[in-house]
């Protein structure tokens, strides 16, 4: 399955993959509106994690055999048979956080939606041909690429 690979050798710590996921993530899909009228900070789905002089976005693997999948209590967290691709059923999830727990990769974090919560993970942009953080990574720090089994 294709995934969002770092590459951290051209990652210079500009956080655009942060802006660019939570457009994506908005409902306006304007980076002005989201950022200023709906109020969405805090809500992307990639982290860039920083020691300087080193940086490296971190986001989920959709590993093969996930974790938060086999720790869901709910059977909200599922991977897509057809894509490999590991999301959340946001009407099933109930807010106990396992998946943030057993995550190795740390790459969910807790979040809400309509005062809800649920849990914030990449689903590879789904609804767009390409990842946001891909395409408005200035440096190609980010590729979107099919590698073969494994995480």
Known sequence: MK???ALREYCMNCHLCEVYCITAHSRSRDVWKAFKREDLRGT???LVEEKWPESLAVQCRHCP???CVEGCI???MVKEPDTGMVYCQEDKCVGCWTCVASCPYGAIRPGHRHGKPV???CDLCKDLPEPACVVHCPNGALVYQERGTGT
């Open 44 to 46: 992307h789905r990639v």
């Open 3 to 5: 995934k969002v690979y």
């Open 119 to 121: 849990p914030l993970k």
């Open 65 to 67: 055999e996930p974790r």
């Open 74 to 76: 709910s059977g909200a």
